[in-house]
């Protein structure tokens, strides 16, 4: 099993910056694809970014894509999202999920997830 605990929401002018941290404990994290998704009020849980576990690739959705950096500090079982030039849509709890997924951008690939941190962009 493995835990993961989100940190470093908080509330935000818009065009400011933001860095979660996703800490794993429990069994390594090694060799699991690490992502973050995201799920404002009434919408469906999406997907924001995802790294590879092998080369550290990364995807991102295109609503993120030169705003948002996905990164993973393998020797202390921490994945990052840099967030700038935030926007009011950016608002939602931001969730941490780790799996072998492939960087898939489907909840469903992701094994573990963290409880999720709050993000709240104002304009």
């Known amino acids: 099993q493995v835990q993961l605990v989100e940190s470093g929401g908080g509330l935000v002018q818009a065009g400011g910056s933001l860095r979660l941290s996703c800490a794993a404990s429990?069994?390594?994290?090694?060799?699991?694809?690490m992502a973050w998704f995201r799920q404002a009020p009434g919408n469906e849980r999406e997907f924001v970014a995802a790294?590879?576990?092998?080369?550290?690739?990364?995807d991102y959705s295109r609503s993120v894509k030169g705003r948002f950096t996905i990164s993973r500090d393998n020797a202390k079982n921490t994945v990052y999202l840099q967030m700038n030039s935030l926007k009011p849509d950016d608002t939602a709890v931001y969730y941490c999920?780790?799996?072998?997924?492939?960087?898939?951008?489907?909840?469903?690939?992701?094994?573990?997830w963290g409880q999720g941190t709050q993000v709240t962009v104002s304009s």
């Open positions: 790294i590879s576990w092998g080369r550290g690739a990364t």
């Open positions: 999920a780790g799996g072998s997924s492939r960087g898939s951008s489907r909840p469903g690939a992701y094994d573990y």
């Open positions: 429990g069994r390594t994290f090694s060799g699991y694809d």
